[in-house]
């Protein structure tokens, strides 16, 4: 190894050198490539889709139409603040469900943690509008548990799941959990033991090492989860699609019926970049108040 | 609806918007500005077509088309599911029988759930002047095959390879206002939407659209979320033809709607899985097509899915009747095999052999005897849901016929919120 090393410096010295410089960028190469090419170009494309004016059977014209972004952001103001109240309640939830899981798993896993963690990941292996589909079926109205309920008037008949804020909300808990748990469990699971032996030598009671070391060091984690959960659970629309009713439609579901069955496709796109840039704006500041912040002290 | 269809001829404001095309479509193909020559081909295509085919109609040059008339010996068919007979085994006796008689072998694929995400699909491709992979696709009047058409998308269809529609197809179901002339399509299945109800739980029959506004049924009442199967019963109900209503008349239509929707008694706007809603009970009374209707209720040795309780009431006020048409994609690499296989469906054995199995209306009356007398299923053959009568037809409505693109979004608007 070291021979060849050796071997290729001195054959071509300057170049190696200039290897060592580009290595760097040649690194990022793939990725900023890939960055571009499937990132940049169709978000410049939608951009300008953005801007056009028309349809699908006139054509669409470039008219540099900015005032859409207030229209759209008007007429489906209600399912945009719909989505973000749905993706926070969602969101916290899985925070509430997963802490205690993956606390659990970390500290008390044992030799079983991987099994553990393989469980959480097993619905992953069936596709998630399968999964909601059959929540669809599970929770009818009289379908295996409200049907059984009712008969044995536990519920009044009029009771019902699904169609319902609660069905929706829940659905994107349940399908967005495990984003939720793992990075939890990755950052419980880093703590050092000993910093809490410490903190119970010190006389802290239990309540006290969780409150302040565990929660603490596990910040990073709930950054994580926040994120890797919100995001997506405010874009989502299969949940509100299968479980909700009349009034649970969220601005997912808008973007795909502009697109896909009204080929309206700048409103379409309009909608989405304003989706993206609340989002944006809203982890940036959430990244400064809270992210940045406990990362640095995490370190 | 046996009304006849203004003979309406190529709206003016239609073939500006066509020629405009050309130019602006261009743009919504520069991926990036990388594909010029791709949008250049696009502009071919479109271009092309849009003169050959729609301002001189009477000089299609069909041998351009068709060539020799000779099939290529392969069909790939793009349909929606459950939309062909099948036996036991999975495979559709009907297909084989084709591939038997003519020696074309047939790709059949059920890839199309909704007409708009499936042209929302094979649009860009036409669109950049490539064929689609599908030598025929069905799609339905009211909004997906109106705009394969004014996209100039559709192949012409050369009649002289059609004898047996010329001859057996049900006279009212030809030259229908979406394609006068039937110059593209022959339907492939028409159908009706009306009620679909729970016998076991709703005692005195429905009668009409009024019904699912019934505060009784208060949460239990499905609706269809699109732009066709909500609207038109709705200004049914008023007494209106929904082709006819007047853009006030639609608002007042959807008023009657959002009141239900606001007082609760709407449980759900439903794609095609109303039936499911239907059959676990989530709702008692919803709107419905009358094939699903007909399958639910048939047992489950029958091919059905065993709720018997499941009944389809064709409104008093005149159910709506669509159709699904077959139509050959601009640029299909097989179109003689396409329109050959369209004439081959036209023949009242292969038609009653779909008809005993899809469990629409078929558009070949005669088909009628053959279900009754070769395959012996009167159930079928005796169902105002498959072979309806004069009578059943006679107050039905069609969907609503868009002549330009601005009435269509003009509509939506109305109707969109309605039902999101």
């Known amino acids: ?299 | 609806m046996s009304e006849k269809p203004e003979g309406r001829s190529i709206d003016p404001a239609l073939l500006r918007g066509l020629t405009q095309r050309r130019i602006s479509r261009r743009d919504m193909l520069k991926y990036g500005g990388g594909a010029v020559g791709l949008s250049i081909l696009a502009a071919c295509g479109v271009s092309g077509t849009a003169t050959g085919n729609r301002s001189t109609p009477s000089v299609t040059n069909f041998s351009k088309i068709y060539d020799d008339g000779k099939p290529a010996g392969v069909l790939n068919f793009a349909n929606w599911e459950d939309y062909i007979d099948v036996d036991s085994k999975g495979n559709s006796p009907s297909l084989r029988q084709f591939t038997k008689d003519t020696g074309i072998k047939v790709n059949y694929k059920t890839v199309i759930n909704d007409n708009d995400p499936f042209l929302a699909k094979i649009i860009p491709v036409l669109q950049a002047g490539q064929d689609t992979g599908y030598d025929l696709v069905v799609l339905t009047n009211g909004g997906g095959i109106e705009r394969l058409i004014r996209l100039g998308y559709a192949t012409p269809l050369d009649h002289k390879y059609l004898p047996n529609w010329e001859k057996n197809a049900d006279p009212k179901t030809k030259d229908p206002v979406y394609d006068p002339g039937n110059k593209y399509t022959v339907p492939w299945q028409s159908g009706f939407t009306g009620i679909g109800y729970n016998s076991k739980l709703i005692k005195t029959p429905p009668t009409g659209f009024k019904d699912l506004l019934n505060p009784a049924y208060k949460g239990k009442v499905g609706m269809f979320a699109n732009n066709q199967d909500l609207p038109c019963p709705a200004l049914a109900s008023m007494g209106l033809d929904p082709n006819k209503a007047t853009p006030d008349q639609w608002k007042q239509a959807a008023d009657l709607v959002n009141k239900a929707r606001g007082d609760g008694i709407i449980r759900k706007f439903y794609d095609q899985s109303y039936i499911n809603a239907l059959e676990n009970g989530d709702t008692i009374i919803t709107q419905a097509w009358s094939g699903d209707i007909y399958i639910a209720s048939q047992p489950k040795s029958g091919g059905g899915d065993g709720y018997p309780e499941m009944k389809f009431v064709f409104p008093q006020e005149g159910p709506i009747y669509w159709h699904d048409n077959i139509a050959i994609p601009l640029h299909a690499q097989h179109p003689v095999d396409a329109i050959t296989y369209m004439n081959y469906v036209y023949r009242p054995d292969v038609a009653g052999m779909m008809a005993d199995f899809i469990w629409y209306v078929t558009p070949v009356p005669s088909a009628k005897d053959y279900v009754l007398t070769t395959l012996k299923d009167s159930t079928v053959a005796n169902s105002p849901l498959i072979f309806p009568t004069t009578e059943d037809l006679a107050h039905a409505w069609q969907y609503k016929f868009f002549k330009t693109p601005q009435e269509e979004d003009d509509w939506n608007a109305v109707w969109q919120p309605v039902y999101t």
């Open chain 1, 1 to 299: 190894m070291e021979r060849r090393v050796a071997a290729g410096v001195h054959v071509g010295k300057p170049r190696t050198r200039l290897g060592k410089r580009l290595a760097p960028y040649l690194l990022v190469l793939p990725g900023g490539l890939w960055l571009l090419i499937f990132f940049l170009v169709p978000i410049g494309f939608m951009a300008s889709v953005s801007l056009q004016t028309g349809n699908l059977e006139e054509g669409f014209r470039q008219t540099w139409h900015f005032h859409r972004y207030i229209e759209v952001f008007q007429q489906y103001r209600p399912e945009f603040i719909r989505s973000f109240v749905y993706g926070s309640i969602a969101t916290g939830i899985t925070l509430a469900a997963g802490y205690p899981l993956a606390y659990w798993i970390a500290f008390h896993g044992g030799r079983h943690k991987t099994t553990f963690l393989f469980l959480l990941l097993l619905p992953f292996f069936v596709s998630f509008v399968i999964r909601t589909l059959a929540w669809q079926f599970i929770l009818a109205d009289d379908g295996i548990v409200l049907g059984a309920l009712k008969r044995w008037h536990l519920l009044p008949h009029s009771f019902h799941v699904l169609a319902t804020q609660t069905a929706v909300i829940s659905g994107i808990a349940y399908n967005f959990l495990p984003f939720m748990a793992l990075p939890l469990y990755v950052a419980i699971e880093r703590i050092d033991r000993r910093v809490v032996e410490a903190a119970s030598d010190l006389y802290a009671n239990k309540r006290d090492v969780f409150l302040r070391v565990i929660f603490p060091l596990s910040i990073p984690g709930v950054f994580a989860g926040i994120l890797l959960t919100f995001v997506p659970a405010v874009g989502d629309y299969v949940n509100a699609s299968i479980l909700g009713g009349t009034n649970t439609t969220m601005i997912g579901n808008i973007i795909q019926l502009e697109f896909l069955q009204n080929f309206h496709y700048p409103a379409a796109a309009a909608l989405s970049f304003i989706l993206m840039g609340i989002l944006l704006v809203g982890i940036f500041i959430y990244a400064r108040v809270l992210g940045a912040r406990s990362i640095e002290e995490y370190v």
